[in-house]
């Protein structure tokens, strides 16, 4: 079945730092969606991406849907105590259109 | 006007027991998901509801797993004769119509089975 192979699975950086992240797949999406989860809580939608090639930024976060519709990345810009937590890509796949597919997650961990 | 709600928060059982799990979607949203989250893994999917339509339980892992939607709305989790492979997280996630994609999430149930 469809896959998301996330990476990195765990990142620690200084507050401060830029932060990148990627999902790749050998399938094809028709969306990919970035979550975060702090803990105790459940998954909030961060950015949406509809279109291959698509650039979309929310605030400090950029993330784009790779051309070959088999890729994401997401960046956080300067980053905070508060953008600790788990990010999950998710992709919305060609088959089976309602149901998303999650990565395993990048936990970050930032040291002030 | 609030988020999606899941109730309990936490549920601790015994092996063996029958637990429910309860999810109240955002108001008008036509789609229900139930997902499962084992430690520090990611989400894996269990049972999705759209209107009227048979649900889709490609994801339940066993049969001692059910899912009923009343009235469009509300809808419970059933875990028959619980296992200890069974503990994680239970979260829902509820989307308006067509729009299964943004996909909104309420806070989980964390279930343990001792």
């Known amino acids: 079945g469809q896959q998301l192979n996330q990476n990195p699975q765990s990142m620690f950086i200084q507050e401060g730092e830029d932060v990148s992240m990627n999902c790749t797949s050998s399938?094809?999406?028709?969306?990919w969606l970035w979550y975060k989860q702090d803990p105790g809580e459940g998954p909030v939608l961060l950015i949406a991406?509809?279109?291959?090639?698509e650039l979309t930024s929310n605030g400090r976060l950029t993330a784009q849907f790779g051309i070959t519709r088999k890729d994401s990345f997401l960046n956080i810009s300067a980053s905070i105590p508060s953008d600790v937590g788990i990010y999950f890509c998710a992709g919305q796949p060609l088959q089976g259109a309602q149901k998303l597919v999650f990565g395993q997650g990048t936990r970050l961990t930032i040291n002030p | 006007g609030a988020g999606v709600s899941q109730s309990p928060s936490n549920k601790v059982t015994e092996k063996g027991k029958d637990v429910e799990l309860r999810c109240d979607p955002i108001s008008g949203h036509t789609a229900l998901y139930w997902y499962r989250q084992s430690l520090g893994q990611g989400l894996e999917f269990l049972i999705y509801f759209q209107g009227n339509s048979a649900p889709d339980k490609s994801g339940l892992p066993s049969d001692r797993f059910s899912a009923e939607r009343t009235g469009g709305s509300v809808s419970t989790l059933t875990i028959q004769r619980t296992q200890q492979e069974d503990s994680a997280v239970y979260l829902c996630?509820?989307?308006?119509?067509?729009?299964?994609?943004?996909?909104?999430f309420g806070p989980g149930t964390r279930l343990t089975v001792l």
């Open positions: 996630a509820s989307s308006l119509d067509r729009a299964g994609y943004e996909q909104f």
């Open positions: 399938s094809i999406f028709n969306t």
């Open positions: 991406l509809y279109k291959a090639g």
